[in-house]
């Protein structure tokens, strides 16, 4: 059953055209789909006019049942039930103390109270850990009317949609199944792209062969053969003239044929990202920095007591954990330093948050990210291709960017500047899905060390060596990725707290322990050490076994 319809929607602002819409849109009864699309191409703007929560400048829009809208922007304090209450965690909450998490569970609470036909939901995740998408989740999977959502998160459009409708250029591409599905869809289009463009190539190449071989046959053939007479010739000059005529003739019907073939374009090929290992600054001990009994609070509540671990070169942390746990803490405090955290003397840092201004506004992008870039030109604007900069774009002024733009922006200046170890804050809020993967492909090939505190199930994925969970008062150290970690997670609960408090603590003394046998020139001394040594690794193996 039809329970919207759009067609022809236009909208602008300020005279910049930001949707005009080529073709109808429809929901359907039990719908649940995904919109995705880049920044940029009006995704939350449309759905404010399919919800006629602003004005539109041309088109119409049919509603065959009732509607409701969470905009991620336009948040006015919700009454919601006690049940509402509950079920959300917001008992005794009020609005203004909210943070922006407990805000959006609010607002979505006060749509499914209203029991609509039509749930249309923009951005619902950005403000939820993953504890808050999974409730989310599982609320949206029992929802029995339509759904339409934008949402950066791929994991949860896994987990909600059984279509994904892609925004491009003003046009709408359905794709069925969830976001994974779409994923192998757009590849198996881009494959057959490729090999229609092959195709082409080779059925053309081989008619302009074929043309040019007979236009050339034809000019060759003389009037007279060298071993004949004039008179001879003569007799059999007819015949010739028509043979040449046939062979030009041939010849222009293969060039009308080469122009009414369907032109295929070049699937344009993402170089990708490598970055030269010979200009990086590598730290050569055997560890970046050493935290040693940290106690972590923030606005005078204490969160985290005795926090111990060590980082080694080339270690990829996650930092995880609910809101409010001290995730930004730690990295402001690894940042600005503290008498509990040891770093090495080779130590470069770049610090990454959503407050820290580490451009030049007045500076184009390429002029930011080229300020203190260890590689040339040409290879800085590939990387900021692979974030969706594309061609003049890299000369944009930074005040004339979008809140996005400049978080990219800021990413690849880090990226490329002459830093080892990386702080990164939550650096996927407020990008498209298509930059999210391209920030995992830079975040896999990077060279050095970083500490990503992000509740973006799939970078964590991709990306973790090893785990730091805060989950106050205690945290946890797992090596191994974030899979590995969920399975392990799901596991006994008290054994795996136990055990992985037990294992930071073992980490930290091993580092401690080849840091001093690599010193240590007295022999009994130096004897009691290896003992030591292979106790804790004994230790260290059956924790893991």
Request: hydrophobic share 35%; glycine share 6%; proline share 2%.
């Amino acid at each position: 059953m039809l329970l919207l319809e759009a067609k022809h929607l236009e909208k602008s602002y300020d005279g910049n055209l930001i949707l005009k819409q080529t073709e109808p849109f429809q929901l359907f009864a039990h719908d649940r789909v995904g919109l995705v699309g880049l920044n940029g191409t009006g995704k939350s703007t449309f759905l404010k006019l399919l919800a006629e929560t602003e004005e539109r400048d041309a088109g119409t829009v049919q509603h065959y049942g009732t509607l409701a809208i969470v905009s991620q922007f336009e948040q006015e304090e919700q009454s919601i039930t006690s049940k509402s209450e509950a079920a959300w965690n917001l008992k005794g909450k009020k609005y203004d103390t909210m943070s922006g998490g407990e805000r959006t569970r609010t607002q979505i609470a006060a749509a499914l109270e209203q029991d609509p036909d039509i749930l249309i939901l923009d951005e619902p995740t950005s403000h939820l850990d993953v504890e808050g998408m999974d409730q989310l989740a599982d609320i949206l999977q029992h929802y029995k009317g339509t759904l339409l959502l934008v949402s950066h998160d791929r994991v949860f459009l896994d987990m909600v949609c059984t279509k994904i409708i892609e925004l491009d250029q003003q046009t709408f591409t359905t794709f069925q199944g969830n976001y994974s599905d779409y994923l192998i869809q757009k590849d198996q289009q881009l494959k057959r792209k490729r090999f229609e463009y092959e195709q082409y190539v080779k059925e053309k190449t081989r008619l302009e062969k074929t043309a040019i071989e007979k236009a050339v046959k034809a000019k060759d053939m003389k009037n007279k053969p060298s071993r004949m007479s004039y008179s001879e010739a003569k007799l059999g000059k007819g015949k010739l003239q028509n043979a040449k005529r046939s062979l030009e003739k041939k010849s222009k019907v293969i060039e009308k044929r080469i122009e009414m073939l369907e032109k295929k374009e070049k699937p344009k090929k993402q170089q990708n990202v490598e970055f030269d290992i010979q200009r990086f600054s590598r730290i050569h001990g055997k560890q970046v920095l050493a935290v040693k009994d940290l106690t972590l609070g923030f606005n005078g509540k204490q969160l985290i007591n005795n926090l111990t671990f060590s980082v080694k070169p080339g270690m990829k942390i996650v930092l995880t954990g609910k809101n409010g746990t001290g995730k930004s803490t730690l990295l402001q405090e690894i940042y600005n330093g503290n008498e509990a955290i040891a770093k090495s003397n080779q130590l470069k840092v770049g610090y990454f948050h959503q407050h820290l201004n580490i451009l030049d506004p007045l500076k184009s992008i390429l002029e930011n990210v080229m300020e203190h870039s260890l590689y040339d030109e040409t290879w800085v604007r590939t990387v900021l291709a692979r974030m969706l900069f594309k061609r003049e774009d890299v000369y944009k002024r930074v005040e004339v960017l979008s809140g996005g733009e400049k978080m990219k922006t800021a990413l690849a200046k880090l990226f490329l500047s002459d830093y080892n170890v990386l702080l990164l804050d939550e650096p996927s809020n407020y990008l498209d899905l298509f930059t999210r993967e391209a920030l995992e492909e830079v975040l896999v090939a990077y060279p050095g060390t970083f500490i990503l505190a992000t509740h973006d199930r799939h970078l964590m994925e991709k990306t973790a060596t090893h785990i730091l969970e805060l989950e106050p008062p205690k945290a946890y150290w797992f090596e191994g990725d974030y899979t590995e970690f969920k399975k392990q997670r799901s596991g006994t609960q008290n054994d795996l707290n136990h055990d992985g408090d037990e294992l930071l603590k073992l980490q930290f003394e091993m580092t401690e322990l080849i840091s001093q046998l690599s010193t240590c020139s007295d022999i009994n001394k130096k004897g009691e050490l290896d003992q030591r040594y292979h106790d804790v690794l004994h230790s260290i193996n059956k924790l893991k076994s």
